[in-house]
């Protein structure tokens, strides 16, 4: 019910940038794609979030494709702190919640 | 700001005891979750608010029961523990639907 798909794990060596997919192709026009992360069993942590354009913080990029049908976030010099599972979110359009998917582990290998 | 503010950190229930779970936060925020989180999964809802008074049923509500009386607190009831409701409880919050969410800390809730 969670509308993304996600591989459930990846590697990434340190000081290499770590590309995670997501697959949102039932998404709506008007819904935003969101990334968490959740390092090791602390709360999640928002990342990013966008709606068509591609958008950077201090974090991350992130990057949609331009039928929104899928989208990557980018960490680009990833650090052994980047361990952590990661998650893809889109809100299903007419509901007011935030679900869950089972999210990619990424492992940052020295 | 201290955020999203969970207590307890840690609880052991026994099974048919009940309980209330704490969730406050102090950034105004219109919008409330709960989630459990069982050992290797992700996170399920179990409950949301979209402001004071306001509460919905998310994917996994049966055991459990909430209140929304004021903005900061959402509190999250269990009534009769079961050992299946061992898991780590979480509580989030943000302003409006497209807004970042912020989240507590957790509580690690058993069953025994």
């Known amino acids: 019910d969670a509308k993304t798909t996600q591989p459930p794990s990846m590697d990434c060596a340190e000081g290499r940038a770590a590309n995670l997919p997501c697959n949102h192709s039932t998404i709506s026009g008007n819904e935003y794609v969101y990334w968490y992360r959740q390092i090791h069993s602390q709360g999640p942590q928002y990342i990013i979030h966008g709606l068509k354009n591609n958008e950077t913080n201090e974090m991350a990029s992130l990057i949609i494709t331009e039928d929104r049908k899928s989208s990557t976030l980018i960490l680009p010099h990833a650090t052994l702190r980047d361990t952590a599972v990661y998650y893809c979110i889109v809100r299903v359009e007419g509901r007011n919640d935030m679900r869950f998917g089972a999210g990619t582990r990424l492992t940052v290998k020295p | 700001n201290a955020g999203v503010t969970q207590t307890p950190k840690f609880r052991i229930l026994k099974i048919g005891q009940s309980m209330t779970l704490q969730c406050t936060q102090d950034?105004?925020?219109?919008?409330m979750y709960w989630y459990r989180q069982d050992p290797g999964m992700g996170l399920k809802l179990i409950y949301y608010s979209v402001g004071a008074g306001i509460t919905d049923k998310g994917e996994v509500p049966n055991g459990y029961n909430v209140s929304r009386s004021t903005t900061e607190d959402f509190p999250l009831r269990l009534e009769l523990a079961a050992p299946s409701q061992t898991s780590v409880y979480f509580c989030?919050?943000?302003?409006?639907?497209?807004?970042?969410?912020?989240f507590g800390q957790g509580t690690r809730l058993t069953v025994v």
């Open positions: 950034m105004n925020h219109n919008y």
């Open positions: 989030a919050s943000s302003y409006r639907l497209n807004t970042e969410a912020f």
